[in-house]
């Protein structure tokens, strides 16, 4: 038997040592490997060496060491020889153009279905390059090598469109391997490895962690947090997710995130919010995951925790000032649901131009909520305008706030729009402070994301059309 | 903590439960799915239906039961609907020729690098066929679903050349999940899932286990069985290999597959004999693993088990009867080391000729065995056939025997030829009974590797040369 | 580094190889042992001489490997050698009868709480036997060891009481260490190893398992089996249940047990039936554990399928035939229920006492069920009988009928009694072919089991009351 | 369907709720529990009545709940009311007086063997409060509770010598449950659960751990932490030490402690230093564990990296100042080194009680290291004195030194005295700054162990001797 929570690496080693040191461990080869000598060799030329020998002895010995070499002698470089090397790959690993010209002649000249001609034109379109990246997966931590050469790959694609190519290449392997049948989705707890947990620290994109207490507060039993993982990643989230376990609808991510307040026993919670989604990995831009996250998710906690009634976000709506806060104001939304002698009397001013201004200068200052009286008037006019710019104004057919699509196209409704649910001064500078709950309502979603693509209109909740 | 390898559905039920239900399961939807309601349409027609939802609606829920319903329908399609739903990918989820038209001419228009124009036509040459397939990996068993297509398709290649793009893409996917990098090389006991034991039962292909009581034997403490798994697919093996912990090199197959021979202390042992290989998935024809499974193996067992010194194989040599035997025959090198009276007596003729015609009726016969100074006789010339055979024959550059190509190209060498090693029938009939140690030195079989490749040769033991 | 599914022990090889090896392995050890060169000892010498050992030394490594070759030898030793074991082990590892006199006296003496007197009495009463026992569960199967040497002395008390308190320390030790708190509930599914799943074939006592086929039909989706396991013995279940998934309350066994009944989808099904429950353990007699084993099981279900309403066994009334089925007959209440003319027709009798006679004979023909219309004049009369048997007939002021009283004192009612529900030859022998429905209420069964304990009688549920 | 082995409680969670809710949820009876309604007592007697409870209705539901609120409440008491606890187990849950005087009186009466008669005093000594105890074992968190029982008992002892026998049923109660057969070695590394890795720096007694990353310093590739842990308590150590992988025998505790020092590469150390062992649990006072686990790691670390050599302790002496120096410094075995000329110069002075008063009054100046002639003429003199301390100086016919006798007993060897082997204000305090390596030599120490359960004195090194 054996035993089951053995740790399959030392994870600290992990981190500290040669990749090429780690591949033969992994593969306990230790005494096989032959050093080549390449001493003499620059560094391009070595690479050169290792990446061709990667691909000419693929699966055997030899080719691992090499691989684990190039991602060793990648991890030191500077930014001059990183571009050195993504030359080295366009002009020796690149597909060959003459076999591309004669299997596209010999498409051009064929008829009927030509399976035999297009199936050799696909296989003369996959690079050497494509083919040694394929490599990596065979070493320790080579996945994650793929990711972050994507990741930097990417950052240089505007100024050096060469790497254009390169960097489909990289995209169009990892959507393969980081498809979704090769994630597991895992509860994340006090419990979990520290070298995981630190991970969510460092990658914390919504709400930063302050230190190891803050952490475990975020793991208390009233939270629950869950990650993706890829089985060649294990302490690397994929993307990951804090769950708050409340009694209500919390409108408010200030209350949820005082580390002050008291933890809730959670068989008592009726209601998930979903505060933070975290895409971990910058090099999986544009591949992505988040809506199954949302439904398994939800699906767990209600199995371990019947009384769960209410599965909501708690969103930001991040462009709304500037986006469309101008225009409500201009358009008379806000200052329309005022008194007209509140306006007078609050602004000491008439005609709705000067209100209009108005109000944008009183916007334009952090802080105004602490006017009860100000605020108070501003409200239903704030509300109303988040309410029109979330139900109403598009862009490509589809909710132009892209959190509200991106719910929107998971199966979610508009649920309710906070007053003065983020007073952060970037939640003021976004969006007057205002927070949107987006309702996951578990037997519905699959009609709602259907009626969105469709309609590219989020579903509303009555409460909201009330407003 | 859980358990890392734990399957996460029970594999029982997952025998039994068509897959729709289980990815609904798995994926804790159940509650989310509405049934499309095409119970009029004809089963082409529900196929080509599910396939587009599954490309449509891709990591969304509904995306994820088309698939499934795909895979349950082909599990019980009969030989003629499986080419009905063949002709149906051809010809709606093929690539589309007008884009592929488009992108060749563009690329043969433009000049310089043609990044771009190479990755658009990389980018249309991807037919929706395969988008397709890649779905296939996010329900449960749907990598063994692919594995099955291709096996499928693949036996009706000769017969269908239309199939032939089909093939290609399927093998190239496969070759991309099935990677090393995603298997993981396990130890397979009594202590494993009998859900696994029972694939190797049905898989086993060199020598055929007869009940779960000669399995039981076949993993006592002087055995050692190792596989490859994907962790996709946990219960089903991808290659699995069978080695023997024994004192001294064996030689005779007959010996080590007696069920009642006695248990050897594994501590005791010297030597471990790798006397069977098994490829148990057709799906995976033609993208090999053998290489590095010998090599951890051989590893892991020197590591658990210090006095081992010699790791062999203990291998057939296939074809030596149908490409060698009848020409060393006729050259005299069997006949060649018969005394020249024992010639005559044995056979009671002279001259070369009828000599060779004597022999070759002789070893027709499969009891010549028994015959012991007949067998003593023949001995010297077969043996020294063999030799020539596996080390001087050669075809396309490299080792004739493709059992001798397999390990010569692992990096293994020539260590001994067994006589009557294999006295089944099968034995004598491809080989006169004679068998092969091919012996795995840890410290040199890289540099034998590199020497095979380049020399296409065997490197050979002394006690073979001497022979 | 070694990895982390490598299997720390080879399980397959514990079953075979000698404790005083495993324990070197396991403890890795292997190069610390020196053999202390007893051969010239009788085994009775020599075990002596490895108790003492294993005393004096316990923690060491020297006492570890003392103690597995006092599991070795047991293994190998006839009833006489046991004999003389136990003997030589009263002999020589009891309690000092004048440390106990001593401390008697010291305790007569003193006076007040007696606190240090008592320690000290308890003290000098806990045997080096006792202290002995305990170092078994230092090495490999040394639990499994204590468990057949209780096993062994318990079947001999009758006819030895000098092993009486052999007996009752092992009782104590096993009772101490197999306490609740260390069992494991499992779900025991075909992916479990092989090595448990051979131990149900081997023990399951209720309904014998034929073959790995039949088991297999028994861990179907539409099965489920339970096992406590205790973490020193991870193949040996300590008890465990099979429980079929099924649409209404089952009440006939050999529908369950029929190998060709067709499969139900689980989520589909609304009852669980608990139709066998095994002691596995023959040196654990007496300790009991089946109570929450039912509800950690029936709780553990429903969280899965939530459809499932009802919780029952099918059991068996096993001594009803033997403790009253003369008497109802003698006092008529069988026969009572035949329409007059019937028991003439039937029996072609008149007079209370030859009917009684008559129905006597007709139950001793275990084929009388294929008479219909004997078998419907029957039923009412019987079934009538069991109610009576199971709600009133007491003894030792609880239920009389053993596996009533088990799941009365388990908070189970009486829910149902089927007729003809178990037709096989025991089942006709023991209860007329009748079989009984106790359910378990999940939000009752604390108030029953309470009230039970104070009143002796089983809650009844409707159905059987209006009989 | 859930996966088997998922924990249904979060573990984060476990560390803040109440046990009896973490029962419930444990045992999946949370629609179980009847409140009893006590809430009129006082806490003495709800506690009694729990206490009754649990022993009443054991493995129960009912029973389990009541041992949970009895922890639960004890984590709230105040030290008063722990005392009023104590009085009312003693009170209440000891054992029937009139039962032990009967059973003694009929064991006096007996002749024979008294098997019977013994059984049953040992049967009425075991107090119910001993049975009470053996109930916390089935509820989570349980054991932890009755080490932390133990704990506060054994601090009151000397105060409360009423207390003595439930000290002592406790000891002997956890005696048997953390018996090494239930211990786990495990290895802790970064990747550990951070649950698990907060105990370490909670506990850590020999070296204290200032933050998380020191731990993780702790925890690189060549460091090594090992732990003993107990099934019931997965994230408590039991005892733990930390392995310095080094290259030569290391002498200076603070070169092994400074985290700017560059990290070895495990492969290329050929020592290994234990220089931390932790006991974890006041609870388990007087219950050793060190000596297996040493033996197994050095074992485990062998087989991971078969280039470490030498397995040595770094070790205080940490009463050689308060036993040992007055004396050395009296009979002038320090002074006696030092040149003639030398000890004029550097004290100025002559005679022997001079110099001794001299040599005593700079030795109480923690600086004197900082003077280098000095500290080498000291040098000889106190190594030789450290000598004579640990091989000639006995108590109790064993080492005086209760390190030296902790190690010898383990089988280890006095392999080099290290001057200024801790300069901390406190290694200077209680050895004048010398270290001690005690050397594990694999194949000897079961010999040496021996040898030293003889004579009482440890082997001794040729480099000490010749020191």
Redesign the interface.
């Given at each position: 038997?054996?035993?089951?929570?053995?740790?399959?690496?030392?994870?600290?080693?992990v981190?500290?040592?040669p990749l090429s040191?780690q591949a033969r461990?992994?593969?306990?080869?230790?005494?096989?490997?032959?050093d080549p000598g390449l001493e003499d060799l620059t560094l391009q030329e070595r690479l050169r060496t290792w990446c061709q020998e990667a691909l000419d002895r693929r699966?055997?010995?030899?080719g691992l060491v090499a691989i684990a070499r190039v991602a060793d002698a990648f991890a030191t470089m500077d930014r001059e020889e990183r571009d050195g090397f993504y030359r080295m790959l366009?002009r020796h690993f690149s597909?060959d153009a003459k076999d591309?010209e004669e299997a596209?002649q010999a498409?051009?000249a064929a008829t009927g279905?030509r399976?035999?001609e297009?199936?050799r034109?696909?296989?003369v379109?996959?690079s050497p390059r494509l083919q040694l990246y394929?490599q990596?997966?065979?070493?320790p931590q080579?996945?994650k090598f793929l990711l972050d050469l994507r990741a930097d790959v990417d950052s240089r694609l505007k100024e050096d469109?060469?790497l254009?190519?390169m960097e489909?290449e990289l995209r169009h392997?990892l959507e393969?391997?980081f498809?979704?049948?090769?994630l597991?989705l895992e509860?994340i707890?006090?419990?979990?490895?520290?070298?995981?947990?630190?991970k969510l620290v460092e990658y914390e994109a919504v709400h930063a962690i302050a230190s190891?207490e803050d952490l475990?507060r975020r793991?208390?039993?009233d939270r629950?947090c869950f990650a993706f993982l890829h089985?060649?990643m294990?302490?690397e989230p994929v993307i990951f997710m804090v769950v708050a376990l409340v009694r209500g609808l919390a409108g408010c991510i200030q209350d949820l995130l005082d580390p002050r307040a008291p933890?809730l026993?959670?068989?008592r919670a009726d209601t998930a919010i979903f505060y933070s989604i975290t895409n971990a990995q910058r090099g999986l831009r544009g591949i992505?995951f988040g809506?199954?996250l949302i439904?398994?998710a939800a699906?767990?906690l209600r199995?371990?925790l019947p009384n769960l009634q209410t599965f909501s976000t708690l969103s930001p709506i991040p462009h709304f000032n500037d986006d469309y806060l101008q225009l409500a104001i201009e358009d008379g939304s806000i200052a329309g649901s005022f008194a007209p002698d509140e306006a007078e009397r609050l602004c000491a001013l008439t005609g709705e131009a000067e209100v209009a201004r108005a109000v944008a200068s009183v916007l334009a200052t952090p802080a105004w909520p602490r006017n009860s009286r100000l605020a108070e008037a501003l409200r239903p006019g704030l509300l109303r305008a988040a309410r029109t710019y979330l139900t109403e104004r598009q862009r490509l057919g589809r909710v132009a706030c892209p959190v509200g699509h991106f719910h929107g196209s998971n199966g979610a409704k508009l649920g309710r729009i906070n007053w003065l649910g983020d007073t952060s001064a970037v939640g003021m500078a976004r969006s007057c402070g205002m927070m949107v709950n987006y309702l996951y309502e578990?037997?519905m979603?699959?009609?709602f994301?259907?009626d969105y693509t469709r309609t590219g209109r989020l579903p509303v909740d009555e409460a909201v059309q009330l407003l």
């Open positions: 038997m054996r035993r089951p929570d053995d740790p399959s690496v030392d994870t600290s080693s981190v500290e040592q040191r461990q992994m593969l306990q080869i230790d005494f096989l490997v032959q699966g055997k010995v030899a366009i597909v591309v596209v498409y051009l279905p399976a035999r297009l199936a034109l696909t296989s379109l996959e394929r990596f997966n065979t070493v080579g996945i469109p060469d254009w190519l489909s392997l393969s391997w498809n979704i049948g090769f597991r509860r707890t006090w419990a979990s490895p520290a070298a995981l947990l630190e190891w475990k793991l208390h039993a629950a089985p060649a294990p302490t933890a026993e959670p068989q992505p809506n199954l439904k398994q699906a767990r199995s371990e578990l037997d979603f699959d009609q994301q259907a």
